[in-house]
């Protein structure tokens, strides 16, 4: 979490960069990009990666309530719709939760998005230690 915040983490609710006083007062935490109870009813496999590292990210409140139980298709689109504005793929870039080809949790399996997750953390953590 740390390693996102190096670079401008933008807010799923304002779309402004995350900083000290923002995780205060939105209520920011970490949080899932696939919800443990979609994921609970779903048949998709790797279930017990759900609380890992690769499916969080930092996350105020009012978006978390949102996200809920929903599929990240779901909550992806009304997010989208709320900020009645292109920015979402530029909130979702900074997550390091968009792949290739702008691709979104929204049209992947879980299975293809902690792959992708992974290699995108990965990717921060060397850069970071080289």
């Known amino acids: 979490m740390c390693l996102l915040l190096r670079e401008p983490l933008l807010d799923f609710h304002s779309t402004k960069p995350i900083t000290a006083s923002l995780l205060r007062d ?71 939760l968009l792949g290739p080809k702008d691709s979104t949790p929204a049209t992947k399996t879980f299975d293809q998005f902690l792959e992708e997750r992974a290699d995108a953390l990965s990717a921060l953590i060397d850069d970071a230690t080289q």
């Open 26 to 96: 939105r209520h920011i935490d970490d949080h899932h990009v696939f919800p443990r109870a979609f994921l609970k009813q779903s048949s998709q496999k790797r279930k017990q990666l759900v609380d890992s590292i690769l499916n969080r990210t930092l996350i105020d409140s009012e978006t978390n309530r949102v996200i809920g139980k929903n599929a990240p298709d779901v909550y992806l689109s009304a997010i989208e719709k709320r900020l009645k504005s292109k920015k979402l793929n530029e909130v979702l870039r900074s997550h390091l």
